[in-house]
């Protein structure tokens, strides 16, 4: 019989702290079952990337059933923490060529991933999901390319250039986290910067290559490419959306007043969105994006810095732990 030996990456800051008391819920549950497990802490941001990078050079091997010994424990990564952690980890892996399943416990803000793939958002059911689950399964994320700096790599939810950038860049702002730590409110960061940002984004002129076809926007405002129908935090940008197949969802909307922008707010929160022609959307399997006026931009909430953009988008696959 198959066993295990479960490597837990844990970033305990993440939800606000909510990743700490999940990481201990899953620990105690480890230890009053005899899981064997090892766990490794994050400190500081990008921390986790060490981590992947260590285990994968000394620990992990990809997952290839008919030759795992069965008096030997397989070594499976799981993930404990928010989208931005996941990204981290899994970007690594591709960084490094490495092929092995990761399996994910949310223990986030927003939980995106966690919504678009369908997993439970409580940490120990999440856990005995991973337990019951036999094999990974093969997912389609995001890969991207921005050729003017060079810049390479995925996404899971989604990549946006304009407002979403915008807000990340504003929410990301010490001034601003400062404030909002004063008075305890943390959770309210990104609800300020778009508020913040709705006032001060202006439209931005780019080009749309897709499908066959080239498109001219002169006043983009929100322009995402989306992996499944979820962004910032549960809004459900992409209704359509299939991550089961190699394609991904383009969504682009112009800059209009902003009485005109709440109504379009208000229509993407009822998921009525399809049925407007303010939503210019479409499903591709690789599309290139450019922008010469600069932009701020985002790939899973991790800021893209403002610059011109001649960006690249396809789809790769990645093994995740979840039936």
């Known amino acids: 019989m198959l066993t295990f030996h479960y490597h837990i990456i844990i970033n305990p800051a993440s939800g606000g702290g909510s990743g700490k008391q999940a990481?201990?819920?899953?620990?105690?549950?480890?230890?009053?079952n005899q899981f064997l497990f090892s766990t490794y802490f994050t400190q500081y941001p990008g921390h986790e990337r060490l981590f992947a990078k260590e285990l994968i050079e000394s620990t992990l091997v990809p997952w290839e059933e008919e030759s795992i010994p069965s008096d030997h424990p397989f070594p499976l990564l799981i993930v404990l923490g928010g989208d931005g952690t996941l990204h981290q980890v899994i970007d690594e892996c591709h960084r490094l060529d490495s092929e092995v399943p990761i399996a994910y416990i949310p223990a986030g803000s927003g939980n995106d991933f966690a919504r678009g793939f369908?997993?439970?958002?409580?940490?120990?059911?999440?856990?005995?999901?991973?337990?019951?689950?036999?094999?990974?399964?093969?997912?389609?994320?995001?890969?991207?390319?921005?050729?003017i700096s060079g810049t390479t790599g995925i996404a899971l939810n989604n990549i946006g250039i304009g407002i979403d950038g915008a807000v990340i860049h504003q929410t990301t702002q010490k001034e601003t986290k400062k404030h909002l730590k004063k008075f305890k409110l943390n959770s309210m960061a990104y609800i300020v910067s778009v508020l913040s940002v709705l006032f001060k984004q202006s439209g931005f002129p780019i080009l749309v290559e897709a499908n066959g076809q080239e498109w001219n926007f002169k006043k983009a405002f929100l322009c995402t490419i989306t992996n499944h129908p979820y962004f910032g935090g549960g809004i459900a940008i992409a209704p359509s959306a299939n991550n089961n197949i190699p394609e991904f969802e383009f969504v682009l909307v112009e800059r209009h007043s902003l009485f005109k922008i709440f109504f379009l707010i208000g229509m993407l929160i009822f998921k009525k969105q399809e049925k407007s022609k303010d939503f210019v959307h479409f499903a591709t399997s690789k599309l290139r994006l450019t922008s010469t006026v600069p932009q701020y931009g985002q790939a899973d909430g991790e800021l893209l810095p403002e610059s011109s953009f001649d960006l690249v988008v396809t789809p790769i696959t990645q093994q995740m732990w979840f039936c």
């Open 23 to 32: 990481g201990n819920d899953i620990i105690e549950l480890l230890k009053k």
């Open 118 to 147: 369908d997993l439970s958002r409580e940490a120990i059911k999440a856990f005995w999901n991973i337990v019951k689950t036999k094999e990974p399964q093969t997912i389609s994320i995001l890969s991207y390319h921005e050729q």
